[in-house]
Every structure is written in structure tokens, then in C-alpha cells.
């Protein structure tokens, strides 16, 4: 099966196992414009590998990564 680039909020929950309240709520705090999704007139577009790296852990902010910093010193 051939995943597409970018998924409706819907189908994206279910690719990734969360719910789609989950991932709107969330919208700002932990998933960012123009990275995670991209806005449309009355439909989000969630871009596939982005959130599959969250839920992979592969991508950290660069604030996580400072705190990272600190401690390991």
C-alpha cells in the first residue's frame, strides 16, 4: 500500500494511533505549522513523515535539545 505525502486529520490519527481531537488540540504546542501540517480552507493536511518521526522520536526541538545540553555536562 502507498501511503500519500500528506493525510486528512482523520486518517492521519489512524495512521499514527491517536485520535484526531489529540492531534488538533495539539496544533501550536507540540505539532507546528508549515512542519506537521499545513492549514487549508476547512481542512487540515498532516505531512506523513513529520509526524511518523514524532511518534518515532526522531525529531526534538532545539529548546529540548539545549536542556539536553545542560544536563549532560
Do not use: C
Amino acid at each position: 500500500m502507498i501511503i500519500p505525502q500528506y493525510l486528512k486529520t482523520n486518517d492521519m490519527a489512524k495512521h499514527i494511533g491517536y485520535s484526531g481531537d489529540f492531534l488538533l488540540k495539539n496544533k501550536e504546542v507540540i505539532f507546528f505549522k508549515n512542519v506537521h501540517y499545513f492549514p487549508k480552507e476547512k481542512r487540515t493536511n498532516w505531512k506523513v513523515s513529520e509526524m511518523v518521526a514524532w511518534v518515532e522520536n526522531k525529531n526534538i526541538s532545539d529548546k529540548a535539545k539545549s536542556v539536553l545540553d545542560l544536563v549532560s555536562l
